[in-house]
């Protein structure tokens, strides 16, 4: 399985950018896929997460309200739609998936098999 992280780049604050994540091999459809980032002298974060099969989201609290994922199943891509992005949202975003494992949890990097190359998002103030 390999993954394709796409769509950073520099924004001003209150600003908007749509990150997409292509997914090659594998059962798509079946995969939970997730956006964590990382910012420098930081721990990877968990950012969102869409479960596979029934597309259940889940996102950490400082992003609720402002980004949005969701999946393409027949693009096999997840995308990741940022607004009212803040300095604070600044860091490398990753993209990855695992077989659905209703009984791990989300929000835990290690418990995830594939992962993307990262893309840098800078929000200016």
């Known amino acids: 399985v390999q993954l394709q992280a796409s769509g950073g780049g520099s924004v001003q604050a209150g600003g908007s950018l749509r990150l997409s994540c292509a997914v090659s091999?594998?059962?798509?459809?079946?995969?939970?896929k997730v956006w964590f980032r990382q910012a420098p002298g930081k721990e990877r974060d968990f950012v969102a997460a869409?479960?596979?099969?029934?597309?259940?989201?889940h996102y950490a609290d400082s992003v609720k309200g402002r980004f949005t994922i969701s999946r393409d199943n027949a693009k096999n891509t997840v995308y990741l739609q940022m607004d009212s992005l803040s300095p604070e949202d600044t860091a490398v975003y990753y993209c990855?998936?695992?077989?659905?494992?209703?009984?791990?949890?989300?929000?835990?990097?290690?418990?995830?098999?594939?992962w993307g190359q990262g893309t840098q998002v800078t929000v200016s103030s």
């Open positions: 990855a998936a695992r077989a659905r494992a209703v009984l791990s949890s989300l929000r835990d990097p290690a418990m995830y098999a594939y």
């Open positions: 091999g594998g059962t798509f459809s079946t995969y939970d």
């Open positions: 869409i479960r596979g099969g029934v597309p259940t989201t």
